[in-house]
């Protein structure tokens, strides 16, 4: 049983104009998607790690990496990766142990008042 590891979450996703597929060469129909890798305790999100880009095609679904773009998607990957902010809900585990540390603080110091 796998108590703890990481995920990939999607945390954006924005069509790509004047550019086509490299595979299909369908225009109007590529994305760039970010994914937020994070680390996870119990399937509650502990600690966001990086992200990564993707690009992928509408209609053939080819999905490439950032090292396999073409220059001029690479420069649109990066730009969506910079405007896209983490979700709150990745820091859920942190706000955990937080409140659970301050509670047992607090617990400890009023027994021994």
């Known amino acids: 049983m796998v108590i703890f590891g990481?995920?990939?979450?999607?945390?954006?996703?924005?069509?790509?104009?004047?550019?086509?597929?490299?595979?299909?060469?369908?225009?109007?129909?590529l994305f760039i998607q970010v994914n937020r890798l994070y680390v996870h305790i119990f399937w509650?999100?502990?600690?966001?790690?990086?992200?990564?880009?993707?690009?992928i095609c509408g209609h053939c679904k080819l999905e490439m990496s950032k090292s396999?773009?073409?220059?001029d998607l690479q420069k649109k990957?990066?730009?969506?990766?910079?405007?896209s902010k983490t979700p709150?809900?990745?820091?859920?585990?942190?706000?955990?142990?937080?409140?659970?540390?301050?509670y047992m603080f607090a617990t400890v110091l009023l027994i021994h008042k």
């Not at 396999?68 to 220059?71: I, L, R």
Request: charged letters at 15%; a positive charge; hydrophobic letters at 40%.
């Open 44 to 55: 509650i999100p502990i600690i966001p790690l990086h992200k990564k880009t993707y690009s």
């Open 6 to 29: 990481w995920r990939e979450a999607k945390i954006n996703i924005q069509p790509i104009n004047n550019h086509s597929c490299n595979y299909c060469n369908t225009p109007e129909r």
């Open 68 to 71: 396999q773009m073409p220059p």
């Open 88 to 102: 709150w809900w990745m820091f859920l585990g942190l706000f955990i142990v937080t409140f659970f540390t301050l």
């Open 77 to 83: 990957a990066k730009d969506c990766k910079q405007m």
